[in-house]
């Protein structure tokens, strides 16, 4: 079976129920946990939260028992269809789809634990470079130049490593972002997609 993982290692999994064909969940694998699927006949999946596997009903007992999995023409989604031994959502519902969408968005939230938000912040740090709006430090940033921006990075990666090895870990966790903005800055500077180095850090993976 060939899969499409997206740059974070991952690939979505689509659970349904075998027999009633009600959607019941999403999760998310990587190569391991389907694995586990496979030769468990369970469905495991990888937490984007906890960075670590786990195996659906593993604490419920309600686990999802594979009879079939599916790739769709890209590749990219698996459908797992099964035989659950109770309901799927930690809710208590059969399903985790139970609410109606109707109508426009009108509130939007963020996963707190995601490296989403690295791509968030790379994508405003693109459209400061676009607008270069006034009184804006990243604007400066860009209007200073590269080698600036360069110099920055040296100057946070310094401050990094003394808050380690003061043993400082607010201060360690205040620096380590304040590095990983200028790095994100450095690239959108020197015209590099973030995607770039996902793929890199995937390609140490192997």
């Avoid at 419920?60 to 599916?70: A, K, R, Y």
């Avoid at 200073?144 to 990666?157: F, L, W, Y």
């Amino acid at each position: 079976m060939k899969v499409k993982l997206d740059i974070n290692g991952l690939i979505p999994v689509i659970c349904q129920d075998s027999i009633t064909k009600q959607v019941l969940m999403l999760g998310w694998g990587n190569i391991e946990s389907i694995n586990k699927t496979i030769e468990s006949n369970k469905v495991w999946f990888y937490s984007r939260s906890r960075n670590e596997l786990w195996l659906k009903g593993e604490t419920s007992g309600n686990f999802l028992n594979l009879v079939s999995l599916t790739q769709d023409c890209d590749n990219d989604v698996l459908l797992a269809m099964v035989k659950p031994d109770g309901p799927a959502c930690h809710t208590g519902e059969t399903t985790c789809f139970n609410d109606d969408f109707i109508g426009p968005i009108t509130e939007i939230e963020y996963s707190e634990t995601t490296s989403n938000i690295i791509d968030q912040l790379f994508s405003t740090i693109g459209n400061r470079k676009k607008e270069l709006p006034s009184g804006s430090y990243t604007s400066k940033l860009f209007q200073d130049g590269t080698p600036r921006i360069a110099q920055k990075v040296v100057e946070e990666s310094g401050e990094v490593a003394i808050a380690a090895a003061l043993s400082d870990k607010n201060e360690l966790v205040n620096e380590t972002a304040d590095l990983l903005y200028h790095v994100l800055v450095l690239l959108q500077s020197s015209e590099v997609e973030l995607s770039r180095v996902y793929e890199e850090l995937i390609s140490r993976m192997k």
